[in-house]
């Protein structure tokens, strides 16, 4: 994935100013931690990064992956999701994110109807 991204950069950076292309990439290296972290601490820590570029970034980013990794026990994931959760409803205003960032909104697995999936397999 940093390969990828320095691709991306290399490239965008001849049309758009280093500083606008950065910021675009940050997710991306952002949500690379995020999916190596290792310990509840660094989730938590680079959630909490996350959400301070990306404050639309909603816990469920963060259940998906960690419910993706091998060999992290159930308990230490239930935990993880949780401490997410709560970190991104103490961002929340009136219920809404403070601002919508450019990635999570167009994140079609997010938006989807939670019974939509149950429907399709019966």
């Known amino acids: 994935m940093r390969l990828d991204e320095e691709v991306l950069m290399d490239f965008f950076r001849e049309y758009i100013s280093a500083s606008k292309v950065e910021s675009r990439i940050r ?63 103490n961002t929340l205003v009136d219920g809404n994110p403070p601002k919508t960032g450019f990635v999570f909104p167009r994140v079609k697995c997010l938006a989807a109807n939670k019974g939509s999936l149950w429907r399709k397999l019966t």
């Open 27 to 89: 997710i991306m290296s952002d949500l690379r931690e995020l999916a190596s972290a290792e310990s509840l601490d660094a989730f938590t820590l680079v959630y909490s990064n996350i959400l301070e570029h990306q404050p639309d970034c909603p816990a469920e980013v963060v259940e998906k992956l960690v419910g993706l990794r091998e060999g992290i026990p159930r308990k230490d994931t239930k935990e993880v999701v949780q401490e997410c959760r709560e970190i991104y409803e």
